[in-house]
């Protein structure tokens, strides 16, 4: 085994590869650019080297400088984790070359996977079902229209080296395949400088499933069952599951088997995966194969028991796997949510800056520490969080946008999404933006529920982005009730602090009317009775209409998360003051929902309702910062007439460049930032006339 690894990523994946390296004895050494220097994952490893400025293509994409950290350290061995320069087959040549060791695959099976056409003949050549289309690369759109007809639509044409939704259209008739060839080349070509493109039949209703493969040195193969990918947004994965709640056991084996096959094609030696599309008949083919640790790899790692960092690491060194196909264990079911950092209610776009507080749900399970057991037992269930952050760090605008990765194991697939709901309302994130209530909206949808999705499951039901009445609570009155019980204990505080003005003391009341707080000044004026109040056990029974609460918790006031019973029954909430818009109001959340809440007495709320509307101003003649990030460009300038969708400014965050059109025609009239100034949200640009 190695004595020490340098590791050439950064966050949550370089986090996760320290814990396995040293449960296992090895040194590590952290990377690192100027944004960075801070970082968790500098802290965590053992020793850390600067390798440049923020810039990826500055730093973490510098095979040199990683190479040369790797010597200067005395590290013997390279992991890449995932992105960057993982899946680069020159890189694993040259720390080969060096007379390192590539923690990963040879670079000729990274070559030889890595080209979505030359994939598919040698996928064909191991017998592994392949979607029927044309594998060469077509010259002219003419002729992708005939291939298209002879395949049948709908069909998919595909860059060849593209990835990440790039190069890739959808063509229903002949126009579209036309037309779609077209963008697609010359998009292929500007964004990964290979124009070459392919069509394939288009699986209709497909669901995304990727199978774990697991090969030594040795010869060995072996398949550690399947992820549930289907759950995407812009072809990025939101939630992930192991095992599919879709395929039947005679599927899974034979996607199984024709993984491994493929796999001892191309003499795989590491943790790989191929993925997939399913149909809707459970007809399977090959979709690509990802030489590398996929981000999803926990929910494998929670149902079968093993560390796939670990044999990583054992295979690198040239050890054999210590166990057959029959060793693999199934265990229970995971689910995997991608905390990002984005503001779902303004079009996902990124959030960027200062975590002012940063506390995610109590972990009961630890990575690299694989479960005991064949079976299920209470010992494997639990919360697992793989992060890089920590509370007053910063996210950059240079990389993506993960936060982190929460990850549950439960007893069956209903036992896991009650678990993960559990932990999204246990995870406070503030000082930025995070995409919780996104998740915890798809969680509670009942076809998400009953596992009926596919891959166009979140275009389908948010086709017009997500909006915060998206979020239905099955109990809407629980938040109310949560409202009064933190203004009750509230007022029983100020009622105890001495040296109050005589006929003007803090009292408490019985009758209470909690007023909802909607946009353009809309109130719901919500009746409330506490019939009890016990300040010393933390209880209150609150009505609220027909329902009745008895709530129990411990939490103190001015604590964000609270967390107790009701009715019997556990709960997590978060509740806190009000926007800077409304400071008096408090803020409840619960399973996704969120409302801004004035907790009165009887006579206040009724004199509330006559308070006249204040309209927020106008700022219709501004261009805005939708997001914080760097203004990359200013396209034009004071007095310019504009048309509507004419390009304004463009502004770059988290690997995105984001370009700002005119809404409607106008003039130009004040340019107020420049090219390199970093924004902040809604933060004007340029005023028109």
């Known amino acids: 085994m190695f004595k020490k690894i340098l590791i050439a990523n950064r966050g949550e994946i370089a986090c996760r590869v320290i814990q396995t390296a040293r449960r296992m004895g090895v040194a590590t050494v952290a990377v690192y650019s100027d944004a960075d220097r801070d970082a968790r994952h500098v802290e965590l490893a053992d020793e850390a080297v600067r390798i440049g400025p923020p810039p990826s293509r500055e730093s973490y994409l510098r095979g040199d400088a990683l190479i040369a950290a790797a010597k200067a350290t005395g590290a013997e061995a390279i992991h890449p984790g995932y992105g960057f320069l993982s899946e680069n087959e020159d890189f694993a040549r040259r720390v080969e070359e060096e007379g390192l060791v590539f923690i990963g695959p040879k670079h000729a099976s990274i070559a030889a996977m890595g080209d979505k056409i030359a994939s598919k003949k040698l996928a064909n050549a191991a017998k592994v079902n392949t979607i029927p ?77 990727e199978i774990q493969v697991l090969g030594d040195a040795h010869g060995n193969v072996v398949y550690l069952h399947e992820r549930e990918c289907s759950i995407q947004r812009r072809h990025q994965k939101v939630i992930e599951e192991a095992p599919s709640p879709f395929i039947s056991d005679a599927t899974r084996r034979a996607m199984g088997e024709q993984a491994v096959a493929l796999a001892k094609a ?49 295979v690198a060194a040239g050890e054999t796997l210590g166990f057959g196909q029959a060793d693999i264990p199934r265990i ?8 990002n950092a984005e503001d779902p209610f303004r079009g996902f776009l990124p959030s960027t800056g200062r975590l002012v507080s940063y506390r995610p749900p109590a972990a009961t399970m630890v990575a690299a520490q694989p479960l005991p057991g064949r079976e299920w037992t ?57 995409n919780i209530p996104f998740q915890a909206a798809l969680l509670a949808h009942p076809d998400f529920a ?85 300040a010393d056990a933390g209880r209150a029974v609150v009505q609220v209409g027909e329902r009745r609460y008895d709530i129990v918790t411990p939490t103190r006031l001015g604590d964000i998360l609270m967390h107790g019973t009701c009715n019997g029954q556990p709960f997590a909430a978060q509740v806190e003051r009000g926007s800077a818009k409304r400071p008096l109001a408090l803020r409840v959340q619960h399973n996704g929902t969120q409302i ?4 009165l ?12 509307y204040k309209a927020p101003p106008d700022t219709s003649r501004q261009l805005l910062s939708p997001m914080p990030g760097l203004l990359v460009e200013v396209a034009v300038k004071p007095g310019q007439s504009v048309q509507a969708g004419e390009r304004l400014a463009v502004i770059e965050a988290m690997k995105m460049e984001n370009i700002l059109v005119a809404q409607r025609d106008g003039v130009v009239g004040a340019v107020l930032a420049a090219k390199g100034d970093s924004l902040a949200v809604d933060q004007p640009i340029l005023t028109f006339q």
């Open 133 to 209: 289309g044309w594998n060469d690369a077509i010259e002219t759109p003419e002729r992708a229209v005939e291939i298209a007809r002879d395949i049948g639509y709908p069909v998919m044409i595909k860059a060849s080296a593209g990835g990440g939704g790039k190069g890739l259209r959808v063509a229903f008739d002949d126009k579209e395949a036309f037309e779609g060839f077209s963008s697609c080349r010359n998009e292929a070509r500007n964004s990964f400088g290979d124009d070459r493109v392919f069509i394939e039949k288009f699986v209709e209703e497909p669901r995304h499933i």
């Open 266 to 314: 191309v003499n795989y030696q590491s943790a790989g995966t191929v993925e997939f599309v399913v149909g809707r008949d459970q007809s399977f083919y090959f979709l690509e194969m990802n030489t590398r640790l996929q981000v999803e790899h926990p929910v494998t790692e929670c149902i079968t028991g093993l560390d796939l960092v670990e044999w990583m690491l054992r």
């Open 332 to 339: 229970g079911w995971a689910m995997e949510c991608r905390i």
């Open 378 to 434: 209470d010992a494997h269930g639990g919360v697992r969080v793989d992060t890089g952050v920590y509370e007053g760090g910063q996210i950059p605008m240079y990389y993506d946008s993960m936060i982190a990765k929460l990850i549950v194991h439960g007893k069956d697939r209903a036992d896991a999404i009650r678990r993960m709901r559990e932990a999204l309302n246990a995870f406070v994130v503030r000082g930025i933006s995070s």
């Open 450 to 534: 009953a596992g009926r999705f596919n891959t166009g499951f979140i275009a389908q039901h948010y086709a017009s982005g997500f909006r915060a009445e998206d979020v239905v609570h099955d109990d809407p009155s629980f938040l109310v009730a949560l409202a009064a019980f933190v203004r009750r204990k509230a007022r029983e505080r100020a009622a105890g602090i001495s040296g109050q003005v005589e006929g003007h003391e803090a009292r408490n009341a019985t009758d209470w009317v909690v007023v909802v707080l909607g946009p353009e000044g809309r109130q719901q004026h919500q009746p409330v009775r506490i019939e009890t109040f016990d």
């Open 596 to 599: 801004e809440a004035l907790v």
């Open 601 to 612: 007495l009887p006579r206040v709320a009724e004199l509330l309702r006559l308070m006249p």
